[in-house]
């Protein structure tokens, strides 16, 4: 039996403390986020899925979801239950727009809270969310009679949506994509053709499942430039906007995965059925990528939910379990034996786990608010920077968070030794469910050479620069700092190594495109573990102009500067090595020929 | 559908080349180690494991144990069957000892071929593991009459062995342990007692399981010094030596476990179960240790085992899907798109994947090879500096090859994309299976902390300087190679890092414990990862020895260069970091109060 608990005052102290959201009221939606507001919504959320959503997270793991002869495809048990108590509490239109029934809130609060969700239970997490991203392209690109039908329904969560990108010939490629569509008149196509790997695509949660589907029109000219998006429901809307007659797609086999067994993952068959299009022909990846990048940035905060999970009854059995004497003299003489957290070696792997946890959280807040302000400060530079910004980070959050929450579930399943190892204790499952955010929405191999082939560049390099200014801005106003230099200083270390390695990389991938391939993944840890050193120095600053009259006691806000200082002192050296990878080439990666690996 | 084929050239080249078995005829066993004698053994146990455990693999995983209402355990479907063939072939004889039937082979053959096993089915591979520990135990410390009694049998694989060391209360704390023993005359004793987490506790395989078991005599002292080792059969001999009256223990229950689902996990009551001290009284955990040192050797190499499995599947994927266009160029114009071979990310994954796969199993056999020397080389001087590297050497074959093997089977995955996720494709059993090895046998913690608080000092921390030694040596001899020196050179360096760090770690960690604690694991990784990078300089140097004349393409010779190479240039800047690591000493690691980490 696991535990679970929303951690609402780290939400709390990094929206208040280190993003400052009070003093960005010119964001539509934060001129409302005052403490009360904020932790209602945090608290209502996290006691939510503490109460319903956990429970239904190891007995969904082992029964899984089930497809039945006739398409159909069940939930595990008590997810139904729990879908319609969390539309009746009203949480899927947190971040909905007013518009369609939405509450409004900023993006930021919405991740926030969405991390809970996926702590608690990442399979029904993968329900809501996917529907959030669909709401996504639908706003962006869809013509206002579909918005004002379908919206209203998936915003209040009766309705839900999918993404339908992989078939089983294409993922990463999807110049490769062969699903069709044929004008039938009126407005609409006929989509025909295989897709895999979709999240939902069948379930009993909903009313009705909106795909929205990659295909080929007629007149497509090949690869990634021939590609439009369609709208697909599973039922056809009536005039009322009822769920009408059945549309010709349906689920062929619900897949057996590692992990992540409560949300169906649906290969799905379209066989003629009427959708419609959105946004501009051939444009469809464009307007897929508005849905891409939130969901890539979502799939980062599921590395953070499940370190989280993980690190709380790693914490829990480790202040719970007694084995061995610990290193320096004995903490707890009377017992048998120490805790395990007396041992220097266990409290290594729980600093790491908590570094990583609150470091990663601060930085996806960071980056949704963000897009909070790219989509709404009136600002047209302001906006334009945040968008610069935001999607330098975005393949680094999606690769680094879910790598590093991964090693973090790991991590703290090791803490719990062989019993860790047994599913009942849970915590294999945060391990297997952890997995699936480094494969997909891009896997992070993927990420890296979007990070090096595009993102590095982009805007003639002046996002990059103007970030890495930002940090050594930081480190300037806190190299003198009695309390921050220890901290500070190796960081100005790291981001001049970032620096340095950068400039070598454009340089290198210039001359050979393989140096840039085959150092991408290491210049993505690179800025990773830069970006939480800044973010971490920013925490650590946070806690020491706070006192104990602002709500926190003063030993945990000293706990915070004592893990940006663990975080300095040990996760930075990490830098050394990347560094030294990227600047290895592609030489010896390249040398051996294929059929000898 | 997983593919697997032993790689018995790559063995071969590591026994003859690399270790020089020929060389070493003054040893038990090796003086008919002949190119054609070895290559029967690895050719002969390659086909079944390929033919008859690797189909089992998947089929195990989704089975699993059951136990039945009688207490009675059946493993997979299968499982059975392939026992009695691998009995009937002989196989499990390979290194038993010729005065009990075996056929008397070196440790380092014997380990060659235990690979080939795990590759192909690990949780048929515990069976016999735990069997041959069980004889190593019985061999060091029964008396002539239960040798005489129980080897032979054992040795011919009709009866098992298990190890009962872990109790719901204690795992790595084996001081804390309750089960008792009284005497009841006759030399027997009554066992009683709760033990968890064994391995074969129970099955339908074999005729008799032989468990040997920690507990207290009545007249024991606390904590460690007061645990004895018995030997309590399922089934009491009768006077012909056959199975006979049911003893007093049975398996209450079989965990459902996260991997390893072939292998059963038993919960064993001891309810006054006839057994006989072996050894010493209270001198148990020295005679269990002949069993644990043995056994983590062989946990290491079941890292190598899931590498090497996992490495040949991604290969083969990689092979075979065509994904985008690779950065230089276009490989492959006339396809619709690249291989994923032909991509550096990738590339650099399978790259690791062969570096650690085909270093890790040379050190595995190096381990072995100085087995076999300190059992039976004429010199003593040889035996006890033999002794001493492996003494050094053994916890970080089991932490590194377990740590290494696990996160090249996620990388395997991970090239997999969205279709390594999927279980039918079995790339996630290979990550499942392998996560075990981290945990059982010594957590990695614990094995980091035998490093450093006992195998660095040991013998006036002479073993360790004269593995250094021996390596600097080496690197010497290759410094001017026209070939080695750029392997040489970065090892050279790395070798100097891990000696300045080993001495700073010991003058801290007399001065306070926690530094040494709290530097463990890096300072594992930092030993294992320049012992896998001399492992790699001895293997490039064989390889720049040889030529086509020896039975070897010179493009197979050049790519074992070239992965030294990629080795020496990628992986040894890891110790840049883990140095680093060990030198941040323990005061960030301790600072927080344990309830505010």
Known sequence: MTIYSAPTQESWFVLRHVIGIDAHSRLPGYEQMDEGSVTAVLEGVGRMVADVLAPLNRAGDVQGCTRHPDGSVSTPDGFRDAWTQWVEAGWPTLEGDPAYGGMGLPKVIATAAAEYVLSANQSFETYTGLTAAAIAAI???????????????????????????????CGTDLGLLRTRAEPIGDGR??????KIFITGGEQDLTENIVHLVLARLPDAPP????????????????????PGARNAVS??????KMGLRGSATCAMDYDGATGWLLGEPHKGLAAMFVMMNAARLAVGLQGVAQAEVAFQNARAYALERRQGRAGRGTPDPAAPADLLIAHPDVRRMLMEAKAYTEGLRALCLWCAHLVDVSHGDPDVDERAAAEGTLALLTPVIKAFA???????????????GGHGYISENGMDQFVRDARIAMIYEGANGVQAMDLVGRKLGAGQGRPFAR????????VEGCRDHPVLADIAMPLGASVERLADTATWLAQAGTDNPDDAGAGATAFLHLLGTVALGA???????AATRLTASDGYSQAWLDAKVETARFYAARMLPETLALAAKV???????????ANLI
């Open 467 to 474: 970030y890495l200014e930002d940090i050594s801005g930081l």
């Open 251 to 256: 689920c062929g086999s619900v897949e057996h």
């Open 223 to 242: 690869g990634v430039r021939g590609i439009s998006l369609f709208l697909v429901p599973k039922f056809l809307p009536d005039d009322a906007g009822e």
């Open 583 to 593: 600047r290895a080439g592609s030489a010896s990666v390249m040398a051996i020929p």
């Open 535 to 541: 973010i971490w120095l920013r925490m650590a600053r």
């Open 189 to 194: 196509y006929a989509v025909t053709g295989t």
């Open 402 to 416: 879910s790598d590093k929450g991964f090693e973090t579930t790991i991590n703290c399943q090791q803490i719990w």
């Open 139 to 169: 706003e962006a690109s869809a013509p206002d009679d579909i918005k004002a039908l379908y919206l209203p329904r998936m915003v209040e969560g009766i309705w839900s949506g999918t993404m339908n990108l992989t078939e089983p010939h």
